[in-house]
């Protein structure tokens, strides 16, 4: 666990990081945004023990990094945006230089044979750095950070200048490293932030602007809360059918593609209804052929967030009311969550009805 209270430092009159304070629990992969400048990096530096806070503390598994640093850092594995490689020593010879550096404990071979293969890098293994791709170098960087197997993995733009390609395969390997690791990610790619984080936390001018889950924040800050489905089949039926849906307020006709019609669904604010529109549309035997969401991505909330144009408090009150606070460790279950949001839609609909009954 990582426990950031009342942190600030200045440079002079410059305050780069402003009374910033969460908490990473266990297991969680976090998603650390803001834009250049924001002093993200900053705040990184500090719970890694590399630059020193003005004011507040950070604690690693309850060790200050101030205080403890020793234990503190033993449980912290960095990759900092420029991997701190040394481009003359094979990747042999720079890994086990750093288990010595760390005075790691393990046994050396399978342990650093376990890092290699849990990277892919075995075959580069003999190899000098100087001679391999930028993204075999980037996996070099992280297996670095993952020698002495620590609790908490800080990872800095881990993407920057790969190819497709290799951002999916640096993508999947944050997401396995999740289930076993707290990960802290900071990247200028929203899309893979997206994909990969439970939770987000922007940081603007040395301020966090929100800390919450993605789905959450997409949920509370868009406007339109429709979804739009492509369905092959009989137009008109297809139609009355989801018009019939249990929390639909409305549907609409789109264009059609060159494989089936596209229908925008507007649902019930509070009801979820992907499950009833699958179980729907397999009774009926009409293949669905895209299902998407209206609501904004992380890209335009990070844009909006950040460009000063967002009431951060105001949103921060609309999460509060709905409870949507990042679910911390042992928090509630799924399933509680689901007939939550379920007991929103029936009272929604209720009111709905009523309002329709006072106007007739």
Known sequence: MIEVTNLTKRYGSHVAVDNATFTIHDGEILG?????GAGKSTTMNIITGYLSATSGSVKIDGYDILTAPLEAKKRIGFLPELP?????????????????????????RPHINEICRLVKIQEVYPRQIKNLSKGYRQRVGIAQALVGNPDVLILDEPTVGLDPKQI??????IKLLGKTHTVILSS???????????R???????RIVV????ENLSRIMSDDHSIIARIEGPRREIMAALKSLKGVKSVQAAGAGGYGQEYIINPIVGYDIRRALFSLLAEKNWPLLMLKSSEMTLEDIFLRLTDGTADTAALEKALQARGDKPQEAGGQPAEEEETADFAKGEAAEAEQ???EEEAK
């Open 200 to 206: 987000v936390i922007i940081i603007n001018q040395g």
């Open 188 to 198: 200028h790619i929203l899309s893979e932030v997206q994909a990969v984080c439970e």
């Open 84 to 108: 701190p490689l040394y481009l003359d020593m094979t990747v042999k010879e720079y890994l086990n230089f750093v288990y010595d550096l760390k005075k790691v404990k393990l046994p050396r």
């Open 353 to 355: 009805s009523q309002a």
């Open 168 to 173: 999916i395969e640096i993508r999947n390997l």
């Open 211 to 214: 800390d919450n889950t993605p």
């Open 32 to 36: 650390f945004l803001g834009p250049n």
